[in-house]
């Protein structure tokens, strides 16, 4: 029994970690229908730049004065490293392309992937980067007979905070009307006097900024290595291809079902957990091409 | 979009054939002119030329863009890491054709699923059946090697039904030598029929769906059949370049069904221009140049290519026979 919930438990940890990344892959393609293939090496980015924040701070024995809060408010650096990154990268490399056809953005994109894997291994080596030292400092709580991170449940909340927020940013500011408007119908909003050159960015920079946030949470836990990114963007897809390319909701109840179905395979068929969770994205796609949440 | 074709419509058959039959004969000569390493290198890059010109009949002539071709070159080296380690075959002929019709059994269920989407669809779903086939290779491990890989030894390989074997003193001078011949002979055959078939009323129906599906419907063309035969034969001429790429790297890992392969495959086919029949060999040549020697002066290759690819897209979309052709044109008029 006690098994069993730590399993589930960590099912939601890994759906809020998959949310975060799918989440920014999701609005990038629902505002520009741009397929971001360097979203997972974003990721990575974030992940680095917030286990070198960390550890250096924690090197410098910082510590003391700053405290585990303070420590926790450190890990969001990175997220917001990248978002200044993706600010970048928008109006220099993406925006003369949406003219052209989607090939090109797949090409551009996987061309940053390789630019950013080599500036990663360039800033920070190959040896393997990890701030687990807040998860340490966290402790755990008991569950059953067992011992739980606490700080698992606490990317479970940044999730669940991420998706509200999100939903709250998307639904109910005005931004995110001018987003969403956007989104529906470039043409017409610009029409309307929206300066879509800077949603764009904004956009792609809120995207980058939760692939970022990402990596930021998920590095306490697990450490940074180069490839990291190249195999998330995968199960990113995954999750987007199930809940719908471009809708919120998508995302969310898509890492739910890839984080259990993941989980599940890795307890019960271990050889084909990974080729399960493909071959349930190729079905979805196939029977209902914008996913379950996705609007055509 | 422009359009520019390699061969303008006016072009004769003849200026064609005397053009390809002098490349042919320079590339008989080079072997003896150049070092060994050189020869290996060449051998690389023919084999990638025809994984790049199956990958261009979806691309280039049916317009699709599959992010999934490393699924066809990987099954063909794995199926003739599996028919020399289980059948103990050591006849390159066998695993040709074992590995060709594998590759063509496996193209043909996934094209069955994949040509039901078009566009960016089409390419996340190639990209995730992909990823089946290489999640399959890493975790399957008692068949597969896992990460390991199967080794794949020239030593126990034979040529032309046994004819030319490599046992005994200098077997990797004589095997690099002979198997260069063998490469080019099939880059021949696998270029011609390849050239047959997109200039046939095949090829042509192809290139009009890709134009324009709904027309290409109207008048008569099953849109969806048509793409799946693409998606076969375009499969299976990959799964050919795994199937030769194995004996030369003596190694199949999963590296090779891994999805950043895949994008490889369209790295090159970019570089060379998709939008011409001989693009993807001139791209595959000088892929194959351009990331060896990356790799040989730098440790940070990949950024090096990456920031060749994001120029390629940015300035210079037609590659390098599109731009070259362009560049004729504007000088041949120039001096009229």
Not at chain 1, 17 to 40: K, T
Not at chain 1, 69 to 86: E, Q
Not at chain 2, 138 to 150: L, P, R, Y
Not at chain 2, 253 to 260: A, K, Q, R
Request: aromatic share 12%; charged share 10%.
């Amino acid at each position: 029994m006690t098994i069993f919930v730590i399993q589930i438990l960590n099912s939601f940890f890994y759906a809020a970690v998959l949310f975060l990344i799918a989440a920014g892959l999701s609005l990038i393609y629902g505002v520009m229908r741009i397929v971001n293939l360097a979203h997972g090496a974003l990721y990575a980015l974030g992940a680095y730049v917030s286990a070198w924040i960390v550890g250096s701070a924690i090197g410098h024995a910082l510590e003391g004065n700053l405290g585990l809060a303070g420590v926790l408010l450190l890990l969001p650096l990175g997220a917001i490293a990248v978002a200044a990154v993706g600010a970048l990268i928008e109006p220099t490399l993406l925006r003369p392309l949406y003219r052209r056809s989607e090939e090109y953005h797949l090409l551009v994109t996987f061309g940053l992937l390789m630019i950013l894997e080599d500036v990663m291994k360039l800033l920070f080596g190959r040896t393997p980067l990890s701030a687990g030292a807040i998860m340490d400092r966290m402790g755990s709580i008991p569950v059953g007979r067992l011992m739980y991170p606490t700080y698992n449940l606490f990317v479970v909340a940044v999730g669940i905070a991420a998706a509200i927020g999100l939903w709250a940013f998307i639904y109910r500011t005005k931004f995110g009307v001018i987003l969403r408007a956007t989104s529906q119908d470039r043409r017409m909003a610009a029409a309307l006097g929206i300066n879509v050159s800077r949603v764009y960015v904004q956009a792609f920079a809120i995207g980058c900024f939760l692939a970022g946030l990402g990596g930021a949470v998920v590095v306490p836990a697990q450490a940074a290595v180069l490839g990291l990114g190249i195999e998330v963007l995968i199960l990113a897809f995954v999750v987007v291809v199930i809940g719908g390319l471009g809708s919120l909701q998508g995302a969310l109840v898509g890492a739910l079902i890839v984080a259990f179905v993941r989980t599940a395979g890795i307890q019960f068929f271990p050889e084909i957990e990974l080729a399960v969770l493909y071959l349930i994205a190729a079905a979805v796609l196939l029977v209902r091409p914008t996913g379950l949440f996705g609007r055509a | 979009m422009t359009m520019v074709m390699a061969v303008p419509a006016g072009t004769s058959i003849w200026r064609i054939t005397i053009g390809s039959a002098i490349v042919l004969v320079i590339l008989a000569i080079l072997p003896q002119l150049v070092d060994p390493y050189q020869t290996v290198l060449l051998t690389y890059g023919l084999i990638m030329a025809i994984a790049a010109l199956g990958f261009n009949l979806l691309l280039g002539y049916t317009g699709l863009l599959s992010f999934g071709h490393s699924a066809y070159f990987g099954a063909g080296a794995y199926l003739v890491a599996f028919i020399m380690r289980d059948f103990g075959a050591h006849s390159m002929e066998l695993c040709i054709v074992g590995g060709m019709l594998g590759t063509l059994i496996i193209a043909a269920i996934l094209g069955f699923v994949c040509v039901r989407h078009t566009r960016i669809f089409f390419g996340i779903l190639t990209l995730a059946l992909s990823q089946v086939l290489w999640s399959l290779a890493f975790k399957f491990f008692w068949v597969t090697g896992g990460t390991d890989g199967i080794r794949v030894p020239h030593a126990n390989l034979t040529l032309l039904g046994g004819l030319v074997d490599f046992k005994g003193a200098g077997s990797f001078q004589r095997f690099i030598y002979a198997y260069y011949y063998y490469v080019l002979a099939l880059f021949a055959v696998s270029t011609i029929i390849l050239w047959v078939i997109t200039h046939s009323p095949f090829g042509k129906a192809l290139q009009a769906i890709r134009d324009n599906e709904t027309r290409a419907r109207f008048v008569g063309i099953s849109v969806r059949r048509y793409r799946w035969i693409a998606f076969m034969i375009s499969g299976t001429f990959t799964g050919l370049a795994g199937i030769l790429w194995v004996p030369l790297n003596g190694l199949t890992t999963p590296d090779i069904l891994y999805w950043p392969f895949s994008g490889e495959i369209v790295f090159m086919t970019v570089l060379g221009g998709f939008r011409s029949f001989t693009g993807p060999i001139v791209g595959a040549m000088a892929f194959n140049y351009l990331k060896t020697y990356a790799i040989a002066s730098t440790e940070y290759w990949q950024l090096l290519l990456g920031v060749v690819l994001v120029i390629l897209v940015m300035a210079l979309p037609a590659g390098i026979v599109g731009t070259t052709a362009r560049l004729a044109a504007k000088l041949g008029r120039s001096t009229k």
